[in-house]
């Protein structure tokens, strides 16, 4: 197509590669990020005048695989009726026949993935952790209770996005997601080796795979460290998951509290609490207590005013302590 401007008198305006058919969403030339099915590049809504994600497939990439393509229209499908404030929001969707793509505008997270934020910032407090953990929690609950039940079933660092400056936290990409039935039970084997439940393998699982994944995920967290990246292969990673080893990284985690929690979420799957129960465990208390991260209220006994009679430099008596701000933080 051919570039765009916004306002073609105004030679300093970044220019659009595209336009939505409407007509109100722009699409940039900067990519975003690029995944095993489509590139991401950063665009505009010119009607709320706020930047978006342009998600484009080329859709030739898939005319051998008809099942990856129903994967695809999966993933905008559930998006398009999903609404929660954990869960990335899908604004449009189209098909472009002459250029062979399918596009859907998302809501931008401004920090990229969880995995990538991790990285970037090193020294992140305990409590924030688990606040981001929460979130998640959150989404998948709302997932989960959702009528019918919808599956991620590839949750893992890399599809939790960040708003940095909020710390609002959003699961994305439910292109392998599962709608299921009452009975909640799905039977295909999708997902990423290294978050995915035992489960997974046996093709015969619920949402609780979720759960195991979501584990995965605090331990990424806390470590810094994919999951079972001490093994070089993915068949090496099946052998420990389907036998029940856990990963090297779990040792690292010095804190009884997170380690026993990573552990519940990595149990048997007749054993792991649901999304609901999680966000009841005491690993979540005095997240939203406030005064217990403040320090205590300092007024002085005596503060000397002009007209006191008081000298210039009198020591004035000194109220209790601060209590010190005790945040562990992990490297």
């Not at 051998?64 to 404030?85: A, T």
Request: glycine share 6%; hydrophobic share 35%.
């Amino acid at each position: 197509m051919p570039c765009v401007r916004p306002d073609p008198s105004d030679k300093d305006a970044e220019p659009f590669v595209e336009m939505d058919p409407t007509g109100r969403y722009g699409r940039y030339a900067d990519l975003l990020g690029i995944g095993a099915t489509k590139k991401v590049y950063r665009g505009f809504d010119q009607e709320e005048g706020i930047e978006v994600a342009w998600n484009q497939v080329r859709l030739q990439s898939f005319k051998e695989d008809s099942q990856m393509l129903k994967r695809l229209f999966s993933e905008v499908r559930l998006l398009r009726s999903l609404r929660h404030e954990n869960i990335i929001v899908l604004y449009n969707v189209w098909t472009d026949d002459e250029t062979s793509t399918l596009n859907f505008i998302t809501e931008v997270c401004t920090s990229g993935n969880l995995r990538e934020y991790r990285k970037k910032h090193c020294h992140v407090s305990l409590k924030a952790m688990k606040k981001w953990s929460r979130q998640i929690l959150v989404g998948l609950d709302y997932l989960h209770k959702h009528d019918p039940c919808i599956i991620h079933r590839d949750l893992n660092c890399s599809n939790v996005f960040m708003n940095g400056n909020t710390g609002k936290v959003k699961i994305g990409d439910l292109g392998l997601a599962a709608i299921v039935g009452q009975s909640h039970l799905a039977h295909s084997i999708l997902g990423t080796p290294e978050f995915m439940a035992p489960e997974l393998y046996e093709e015969d699982y619920t949402e609780q795979v979720d759960i195991y994944s979501f584990g995965m995920c605090v331990l990424e967290m806390m470590t810094k460290e994919i999951p079972y990246s001490e093994c070089d292969s993915v068949p090496k990673i099946y052998r420990k998951v389907t036998a029940g080893v856990r990963p090297a990284s779990l040792s690292k985690i010095r804190d009884p509290e997170v380690q026993a929690f990573i552990e519940r979420c990595l149990g048997t799957p007749r054993s792991r609490p649901s999304a609901a129960d999680l966000l009841n465990d005491p690993f979540f208390a005095g997240l939203d207590d406030v005064t217990a991260a403040l320090p205590l209220p300092w007024p002085p006994s005596h503060v000397p005013s002009a007209n006191s009679g008081d000298k210039a430099g009198s020591s004035v008596p000194a109220g209790p302590p601060r209590r010190p701000l005790t945040a562990a933080i992990i490297p």
